[in-house]
């Protein structure tokens, strides 16, 4: 089976079967679309301070850039 909707009372169709090994692809997309969803009244946090944070955890050091200065990142 590929695909098939599941009916409800009064024949509206709210879910689907997806067959995954055809359409595993298709449900990863489906998924992060949910995920983001679910997380769009999260906080947020600047990227400046996610690398603050990290550096302070030793999780993120220096980049040397291609012109020779040192950034951190």
Wanted: aromatic share 4%; net charge positive; no cysteine.
């Amino acid at each position: 089976m590929a695909s098939s909707l599941l009916p409800i009372p009064r024949g509206r169709k709210t879910g689907v079967i997806v067959n995954l090994k055809i359409h595993g692809r298709l449900w990863e997309d489906v998924y992060d679309n949910w995920v983001a969803e679910q997380r769009t009244h999260e906080p947020r946090e600047s990227l400046r301070s996610v690398r603050r944070r990290l550096r302070r955890k030793g999780k993120l050091g220096t980049v040397r850039s291609k012109s020779g200065n040192t950034n951190t990142q």
